[in-house]
């Protein structure tokens, strides 16, 4: 998806999806607001639905390739797509002073 486009969104467009899987690493507070992923099914996982911060500064130099709709499916390493926001929440308040996340995004092919 384009930056602030949801994935949501991109799938409605049409074409075939790309689904990207990348590992992002930033310092405390990230500077992301996330959402549940579905709001009727808690256990759905969560996405990026604003940057702020450590993360949208990172963005704007390039540092990162991170954009809103973005999934969140690994925190240091540990798989939680299937996690509740409550849980990643917790796990993410439990790191120290910087995080490690995956994120997948989807991109239309072209």
Known sequence: PLM?????????????VETIVRS??????MGLVLEEI??????CGVRVVRMSGAAAEASQ????DLCLGDALVAIQGCPCEDWT???VMDRLTETTTSTKTSLQQQQQQQ
């Open 38 to 43: 579905d709001e009727k099914n808690p256990n």
């Open 85 to 87: 926001f409550e849980q």
């Open 61 to 64: 130099r390039g540092e990162i």
């Open 24 to 29: 992002v690493s930033l310092p405390k507070p």
């Open 4 to 16: 602030g486009q949801s994935v949501d969104q991109a799938e409605k467009d049409g074409g075939p």
